[in-house]
């Protein structure tokens, strides 16, 4: 068997060893690589600076917990932020396993909502799962009150005082949305009915999704998953989960070129061989 | 009646949208609130769903299955249960530690292994047989590239030209699939409106 045969046909298992490899291997010996800062991730940024004292910043957590690893750190990169600056936050989840990414969150930046005294209640509020998908948005857009009626922790509403002041699409200033998924129905509810500036806060592999709607101006920006987040973090100097994980990026994106390349430098051989042989 | 009724809502929901009017808005938003009620049921059905299909499993002791069926009913009732006590700061804990330290890194882990699946898939079928492969094939070395911040390092147009696939072609397609899905919804809307998509109701 020649080597081109042998690497035609080598055992699946070296692979995913590779890969792991690639993986673990820049998490155990971090390097410093330099990383350019989107035009996209910038201007979210600015646009949470721009925004002033007492604005609303709305959440919509619209993921399933596969999707932490990636949606995590710039979930809590941009949360982080939000709670540096006097700003009041509501969260609310349009899928059952919302709330524990939700909480999961806060958790993470807790450091942030101690060291600025933010309070439960007044400066932030998890609205906890609400069902009812599109309903449930355009429903939340028009009356928020006629929607939920008890928060994340069983709280009636009425006893949250920055619920007062949210009561639909006209109090909310910017909306998130934590997303792994196309963003239609949200362009719909939030961009057209509800005439929001938002922000997805996505997976890699749904950014192409997302570019026609930023062209038409139907969303503000995105923050693209884990590389979204290391730039966030940059941008913030909060470094954490996103930095860390961009060697780990490189590293595993570079594995998977080369692999497509030395199946390809194979392959060529073996046509070579086979027509040299005819 | 029924296509009659859907065919009312449907316009109702329409002119909502355009026309300000107290008692019309009032009306869509309480539709609009049922609707969120009817999902919430639909919950309730998806558990009832799935107790009647482990149970069917349990009783008639189907092979290979039953055992994993009981393993899915525990795992629902304890969730369940967990659940409703996590707003007690009895329950609290348990649940926390179920979703937090169990259910997510499990479900992030089951996605994971799709990667690698995919990593063994390129290698075994990403080789250049037609000039549709080789396109392919470039613009998916472009995209990994745009993402991973060592392409930068290695050559600064690297990250510019995946840049290019990202914002000009493929958007291009995607716009295409978008006005198409859109247009394919107005149509399936008016189909609603006078009673020709009868595939809701079980019907051709």
């Known amino acids: ?278 | 009646m029924i296509l009659t009724v859907q065919a009312i809502l449907t316009v109702l929901m329409i002119v909502d949208f355009f026309v300000t009017n107290p008692s019309l808005n009032e009306l869509a938003r309480q539709l609009t609130n049922t609707a969120i009620v009817l999902g919430g049921f639909t919950l309730s059905l998806g558990a009832a769903a799935l107790a009647r299909f482990h149970i069917n499993h349990i009783t008639k002791r189907t092979a290979k299955e039953w055992y994993y069926s009981i393993w899915t009913l525990v795992c629902v009732v304890l969730t369940f249960s967990l659940g409703l006590a996590s707003t007690t700061p009895f329950g609290k804990p348990g649940y926390d530690f179920l979703t937090q330290t169990l259910l997510a890194p499990f479900s992030a882990a089951i996605y994971a292994i799709a990667g690698f699946c995919m990593f063994s898939l390129m290698f075994r079928s990403f080789v250049g047989r037609s000039v549709e492969v080789v396109i392919f094939l470039i613009s998916a070395f472009l995209l990994l590239m745009k993402n991973a911040p060592i392409a930068e390092v290695i050559w600064s147009g690297l990250p510019i030209m995946g840049d290019w696939v990202n914002n000009v072609p493929s958007m291009a397609g995607l716009r295409g699939i978008t006005i198409g899905a859109g247009v394919g919804l107005v149509a399936s809307v008016v189909r609603g409106i006078l009673g020709l998509e009868r595939g809701g109701l079980g019907r051709e």
Not at chain 1, 116 to 122: A, F, L, S, V
Not at chain 1, 218 to 234: D, K, M, T
Not at chain 1, 247 to 271: C, D, E, K, P
């Open chain 1, 1 to 278: 068997m020649g080597w081109a045969q042998g690497i035609a046909k080598i055992d699946t298992r070296w692979l995913y060893l590779a890969l792991l490899l690639s993986f673990a291997l820049p998490l155990v010996l971090p390097t410093a690589i330099p990383l350019k800062i989107s035009g996209e991730t910038r201007i979210v940024y600015d646009a949470v600076e721009a925004l002033p004292a007492g604005s609303v910043v709305a959440i919509d957590v619209f993921c399933s917990l596969s999707s932490v690893p990636e949606l995590q750190p710039p979930a809590v990169a941009v949360t982080a932020h939000l709670f540096t600056r006097p700003l009041k936050v509501v969260i609310w989840a349009l899928v059952p396993e919302g709330p524990i990414f939700a909480q999961m969150v806060i958790d993470k930046v807790k450091p942030e909502i101690e060291r600025y005294g933010k309070k439960y209640g007044e400066d932030y509020v998890l609205l906890g799962y609400i069902a009812g998908a599109e309903a449930a948005m355009s429903a939340l857009m028009k009356d928020t009150r006629a929607v939920v009626t008890r928060d994340q922790y069983n709280n009636p509403i009425e006893k949250l005082p920055l619920m007062d002041s949210v009561r639909g699409a006209k109090d909310i200033n910017l909306l998130f949305c934590w997303m792994a998924a196309q963003p239609d129905e949200r362009i719909r509810q939030y961009s057209v009915f509800g005439g929001i500036k938002w922000v997805p806060i996505n997976v890699s592999a749904w950014l192409s999704g997302l570019r026609p709607y930023l062209e038409a101006k139907q969303i503000l920006s995105f923050v693209n998953g884990l590389r979204g987040a290391a730039e966030y973090e940059y941008l913030t100097k909060r470094y954490s989960r996103g930095t860390a994980s961009m060697g780990m990026l490189s590293i595993s994106h570079l594995m998977v070129v080369g692999a497509i390349i030395l199946a390809n430098v194979t392959f060529l051989y073996a046509q070579q061989k086979s027509k040299r042989g005819n």
